[in-house]
Nanobody
Framework: QVQLVESGGGLVQAGGSLTLSCAAS????????MDWYRQAPGKQRELVAL???????TYADSVKGRFTISRDNAKNTVYLQMNSLKPEDTAVYLC???????WGQGTQVTVSS
């Protein structure tokens, strides 16, 4: 049974930082590309960042230079470091195993102006 458990969301002021974590189980984590999506109310779910087993990364244009995705294969965990947060970053952030239907439950990030 695959489980993805996110943590680290919360309320932060604009300009602040948060780090999200996603602990995975039930998959061979080191062999999987992992990604973070976000969904704001009334908007489509969008890809935020992706990291391959070989540590190649991809970012949405809206977060480049502010967010960093990383992984720790020993801990089966993927991270999203978010700096210089903006109110438009407010959303539910979801962890996902690339090219599968495995999703976490999401963690709320709210950025106040």
């Amino acid at each position: 049974q695959v489980q993805l458990v996110e943590s680290g969301g919360g309320l932060v002021q604009a300009g602040g930082s948060l780090t999200l974590s996603c602990a995975a189980s039930g998959i061979i984590f080191s062999r999987n590309t992992m990604d973070w999506y976000r969904q704001a109310p009334g908007k489509q779910r969008e890809l935020v960042a992706l990291i391959t087993p070989g540590i190649s990364t991809t970012y949405a244009d809206s977060v480049k230079g502010r967010f960093t995705i990383s992984r720790d294969n020993a801990k089966n965990t993927v991270y999203l470091q978010m700096n210089s947060l903006k109110p438009e970053d407010t959303a539910v952030y979801l962890c996902h195993v690339f090219s599968t239907n495995y999703w976490g439950q999401g963690t709320q990030v709210t950025v106040s102006s």
